[in-house]
């Protein structure tokens, strides 16, 4: 089982809408939660981390981690062309900081 | 801030040849760098944590003697493919730990380099 799992896509989303994108992990000991953007061809950029329960916001991203189910989702309201990359999930586990599980990805396609 | 450069960004070399490939922490001091592999549609993998003024850590079946890492200052890390063969063809993609930020999970990344070995 993958420590962190991600459905590939793509996901559609018209532009305007609300994309959401989810991660589901398998460790319990998880502790803290990233969502990056990599653009084809490009390193990944930090979008926003959550380590607590419950929704964080920032801009048009929100993030929102439930530990008790075990997943960590993004959503991205009014979402524009300039969105569409793939979104990969980390993972940190409390007892290893130094150590990011990343996820597959998935890939988002905004539609003008 | 908390910028991360790598070079080259991209480089071809004959097999059998080996490349160094430099991380810099440009606006902050990183005591600790990572130095991931991406192969095409797939994610990050760790291939190991470099520690300044110590031996990196390797990741279970990444060969530490084919891929060299050298942190020798707190700005600086780099990843020395040797011997390289055409399936060490690569997205190579290191990142920083700023440890003075409070958050000091977060990781920067580099803009990556992409190694073809022909």
């Known amino acids: 089982q993958k420590e962190v799992e991600q459905n590939s896509g793509p996901l559609s989303v018209p532009e305007g809408a609300i994309a959401s994108l989810n991660c589901t992990y398998s460790?319990?000991?998880?502790?803290?939660f990233f969502w990056y953007r990599q653009y084809s061809g490009k390193s990944p950029e930090l979008i926003m981390f959550i380590y607590s329960n419950g929704d964080k916001e920032d801009g048009r991203f929100t993030a929102q981690l439930n530990k008790a189910s075990q997943y960590v989702s993004l959503l991205i309201r009014d979402s524009q062309p300039s969105d569409s990359a793939t979104y990969l999930c980390a993972v940190n586990l409390r007892y290893n900081f130094n150590k990011f599980y990343f996820g597959s990805g998935t890939k988002l396609n905004v539609k003008p | 801030g908390a910028v991360v450069s790598q070079h080259p960004s991209w480089v071809i070399c004959k097999s059998g040849t080996s490349v160094k490939i430099e991380c810099r922490s440009l606006d902050f001091q990183a005591t600790t760098m990572f130095w991931y592999r991406q192969f095409p549609k797939q994610s990050l993998m760790l291939m190991a944590t470099s520690n300044e003024g110590s031996k990196a850590t390797y990741e279970q079946g990444v060969e530490k003697d084919k891929f060299l890492i050298n942190h020798a200052s707190l700005t600086l890390s780099t990843l020395t493919v040797t011997s390289a063969h055409p399936e060490d063809s690569s997205f190579y993609i290191c990142?920083?730990?700023?440890?003075?930020?409070?958050?000091?999970?977060?990781?920067?990344f580099g803009p990556g380099t992409r190694l073809t070995v022909l």
């Open positions: 460790d319990r000991g998880s502790q803290s």
């Open positions: 990142s920083a730990r700023d440890q003075g930020r409070v958050n000091i999970n977060e990781q920067f």
